[in-house]
């Protein structure tokens, strides 16, 4: 890899990372810039963001039971130490 030039494989590798905004702020404009250079990768950036948006969506819609909500909040507590 050339300073501040991702390949298609290394952009491809940051993506999930960069939907999560889970990148440094170097490694985010490097992606951003190849995203903008190379139609193929950002029709895979298109596709995978469009699957994340979906599946939040679908996971905003799921009730959990009130028993199974506390459960996990209590091991959640316990494992923090409180």
Do not use: W
């Not at 290394?10 to 810039?33: H, K, N, S």
């Not at 990768?41 to 995978?48: D, K, L, P, R, T």
């Amino acid at each position: 890899m050339t300073a501040g030039h991702l390949s298609c494989f290394e952009t491809i590798q940051r993506l999930d990372l960069y939907l999560d905004r889970a990148l440094g702020e170097d490694e985010r404009r490097q992606v951003e810039q190849h995203l903008e250079e190379c139609v193929h990768c950002a029709q895979i950036y298109a596709f995978e963001g469009k699957v994340l948006i979906e599946v939040r969506e679908k996971l905003q819609r799921v009730d959990v039971p009130p028993m199974l909500r506390l459960q996990v909040l209590n091991l959640l507590a316990r494992e923090r130490g409180g």
